[in-house]
């Protein structure tokens, strides 16, 4: 059982395009993370979010946690080909620093 | 930034072969660290987390003697695959906590390729 559904798992558009990703969970997290990788490479952080109903902007990136702290969503407004990646979200739990990963979100960006 | 080093990059080696990959927080103390493997395109699996001056935990399903971990200092954390197999060519990735600022998000490595021929 997977504690944390991310969705989609594959995204392919035009740049210019909007889009939204998804974790849900019936888990509560104190906290949840999103990160991006590039192939090869360890994830970089994009953002962390604390409080339930928290949005936080980075950019053309805008995050949410939802109300309840269980679900968050990544919405990229008119992507570009640099956003081309693996967008991953990962739950705190509180149990000793460990991360619930989601299933991941690759995203192509086409020109 | 914190950075945590992980070595080597990228390792080839025959069937049966052991393999070592250090995990180093650079400029922080990291007592929790932990192994992650993933395969292309999907998302990261946590494999154990990595105690300094204690044993490993193991998630579900995953070898314990297939998969040493050793902590022995507060920046450091190593992994070895044990007789390593086609099957375990994969990427590995580690991440750090640090000791003091625990509330702060994990800092990753940026992972090793470790392909068994």
């Known amino acids: 059982t997977q504690l944390l559904e991310q969705s989609p798992q594959f995204l392919s558009i035009q740049e210019g395009e909007n889009l939204t990703v998804y974790c849900n969970s019936s888990s509560v997290f104190s906290s949840l993370q999103w990160y991006r990788q590039e192939p090869g490479e360890g994830p970089v952080l994009l953002v962390t979010?604390?409080?339930?109903?928290e949005v936080k902007k980075l950019k053309r990136l805008t995050f949410q946690f939802g109300d309840a702290r269980k679900d968050s969503s990544l919405h990229i407004t008119a992507a570009q080909p640099g956003d081309t990646g693996l967008y991953l979200c990962a739950g705190d739990r509180n149990q000793g620093g460990k991360l619930i990963f989601g299933q991941g979100t690759e995203l192509s960006v086409k020109p | 930034g914190a950075v945590v080093s992980q070595h080597p990059s990228w390792v080839i080696c025959k069937s049966g072969t052991s393999v070592k990959i250090e995990c180093r927080s650079l400029d922080f103390q990291a007592t929790t660290m932990f192994w992650y493997r993933q395969f292309p395109k999907q998302s990261l699996m946590l494999m154990a987390t990595?105690?300094?001056?204690?044993?490993?935990?193991?998630e579900q399903g995953v070898e314990k003697d297939k998969f040493l971990i050793n902590h022995a200092s507060l920046t450091l954390s190593t992994l070895t695959v044990t007789s390593a197999h086609p099957e375990d060519s994969s990427f590995y990735i580690c991440?750090?906590?640090?000791?003091?600022?625990?509330?702060?998000?994990?800092?990753f490595g940026d992972g090793t390729r470790l392909s068994i021929l």
């Open positions: 991440s750090a906590r640090d000791r003091v600022q625990v509330n702060q998000p994990q800092h």
């Open positions: 990595s105690n300094e001056g204690s044993k490993a935990t193991y």
């Open positions: 979010v604390v409080t339930g109903g």
